[in-house]
Every structure is written in structure tokens, then in C-alpha cells.
């Protein structure tokens, strides 16, 4: 059973920084992408990073583009979400997302397997 679990969200001011985790089991974590969403209330979910197995390629929404960076450690089974420079726009339900991919999705669609979210909140 495939199991993600985030971790690393919290209450920062804006123009703070955090790094979110997404502890990965039940698969083998570097044969596939991954990648983050998020959804703020009211809203739909929405992409924000993917990386593909290896970790060489990476896309990214054009609002956290050249802010935020997704990366991973397959030796630890872990997905990782730098963000810096926040904003209050930013804040939301994060979410890390595992598909039967070697290749990262823009599309939540494309991901079968998701964690419970880690609540970020950017206060103004």
C-alpha cells in the first residue's frame, strides 16, 4: 500500500521560507514522479511542481516559478518542497501526489496516490 505523508507546513510571515516533506512507502519511490499541489479555500486544487524519477527534470507553476523548488532524495524516499520568498497567496492545503509516471504531470489527474496535506498559512 502506497502511503505519503507531508510534513513541514506552518504559520510564516511574508518573504519567510519552508521546506516541506513528503515521506514516501509501499512502492519503489525512484522509479516514479511526483509531484506538489495545493488547494486554498474556496478554490480547486491546483499544480504547483513535479519532478520526474530521477530528479533531472522539474516544471513548475509560473506563480512559484523562480520562488519554490521541488526536489527528492530517493536513497530516503523523500520528496521535498522549498519555498521561499512566501506570500499570502501561497497559502493553502499542500499536498504531494505519486503516479504510476516516469515523467512529471502539470494534471492532478495523472496521480493516483496522494497524502493527507500539510496546512501552510502566509500572514501578511
Known amino acids: 500500500q502506497v502511503q505519503l505523508v507531508e510534513s513541514g507546513g506552518g504559520l510564516v510571515q511574508a518573504g519567510g521560507s519552508l521546506r516541506l516533506s513528503c515521506a514516501a512507502s509501499?512502492?519503489?519511490?525512484?522509479?516514479?514522479?511526483m509531484g506538489w499541489f495545493r488547494q486554498a479555500p474556496g478554490k480547486e486544487r491546483e499544480f504547483v511542481a513535479t519532478i520526474n524519477w530521477s530528479g533531472y527534470n522539474t516544471r513548475y507553476a509560473d506563480s512559484v516559478k523562480g520562488r519554490f523548488t521541488i526536489s527528492r532524495d530517493n536513497a530516503e524516499n523523500t520528496l521535498y518542497l522549498q519555498m521561499n520568498n512566501l506570500k499570502p497567496e501561497d497559502t493553502a492545503v499542500y499536498y504531494c501526489a505519486s503516479g504510476d509516471l516516469a515523467h512529471g504531470s502539470l494534471s492532478s489527474g495523472a496521480y493516483a496516490y496522494w497524502g493527507q496535506g500539510t496546512q501552510v498559512t502566509v500572514s501578511s
Open positions: 509501499g512502492r519503489t519511490f525512484g522509479s516514479y514522479a
